[in-house]
């Protein structure tokens, strides 16, 4: 074999992945709960203030509602994947083979934020937040005091549907019914003064066990629920994008809503680099591998911006 053919090959691999990397983009739910930021360093530091900047009629004398902050940091963690081909592929110039390889490592990189989300969801009623308690509790408070709760129940057994199903199976009647308490959780939310945090709030994005798929997709898509009523959804003022995930499905009794068009959204995801391409390593029988490592993590941010709703 020609080390020249080799290293040319070897080089359109490397600008097929970035060209690829470059354009891709994790699945929409990841990027609809999370804002994705770039960081030039191992780790960042991060603060927010509890208390949303609000609008009021003025007359004269500021109003000044007390607020607090909090800071913390995110330490990327290092991941290590790696694109692989053979000498026939090099001896016969088969783009598309380059093609298929980078692509399949851009997805595996990009799929990887669903685990690292999900991962970090599941634990997010025991991992502590910004302000001291877990990201999903009963207990957060804003500027002085006013306590809220972003951890939610509701009891499928009072919804006011025909069809009925369990706590890991709903009925696509009680989603409905579900989903608007977990609408209910985010109005609920006042500021010290009363006013409300989220303001206008237009589109949420809804995470469920894939036990949920029926109910969800029903609820969400359907015009009707149950026995031919009206799916009072579909004439709400806000629109609700809905994803089941396998992943959790070790949590079967609970979905998980987050405010889309919120401008500091609920999970930060945290890329240090473009992927480090390291040198190619020549293994046996005309095989290579080029090694590629990233740097990234994902941590809780606003947990104003999410609520947990478990069925009882």
Known sequence: MTSTLVDTYDENVRNEFAL???SAEPRPWVTNVGRMLDSDKPTEKYFTYDVPP????????????????????LTNQQFASGINYNWLDVARQRNSEIEIQAQAAVNAYNGYWE?????????????????GVAFYATTHTIGAGNTISNLLTYDISGAPVA???????????????????????????????GSPVHVNPS??????????????????NGQLIGRGDTN????????????TLPQLTSDADAFYMFRMDDAQKAIILQDEISPDMQTTRILADGKFRIP????R????????????????
Do not use: C
């Open 163 to 193: 069809d009925h199903g369990t706590v890991t199976n709903p009925s696509i009647g009680e989603m409905v019914y579900a989903i608007f308490a977990g609408v209910n959780g985010f109005e609920a939310m006042l500021t010290q003064n």
């Open 20 to 22: 690829q990397y470059e």
């Open 203 to 220: 589109r949420y994005q809804v995470l469920a066990p894939s036990t949920f798929s029926a109910a969800l997709i029903g609820a969400i």
């Open 232 to 243: 009072a959804l579909m004439v709400s003022q806000a629109d609700f994008v809905g994803q």
């Open 115 to 131: 685990k690292q989300v999900t991962d970090l969801i599941l634990a997010g009623t025991t991992s502590t937040g910004s302000d």
């Open 54 to 73: 609000t609008i009021y009629e003025y007359g004269g004398n500021e109003v000044t509602e007390d607020f607090g902050s909090q800071t913390w940091e």
């Open 297 to 312: 993590t994902v941590g809780f941010a606003n947990w104003l911006s999410s609520v947990k709703i478990t069925l009882i």
């Open 292 to 295: 590629v490592l990233a740097s």
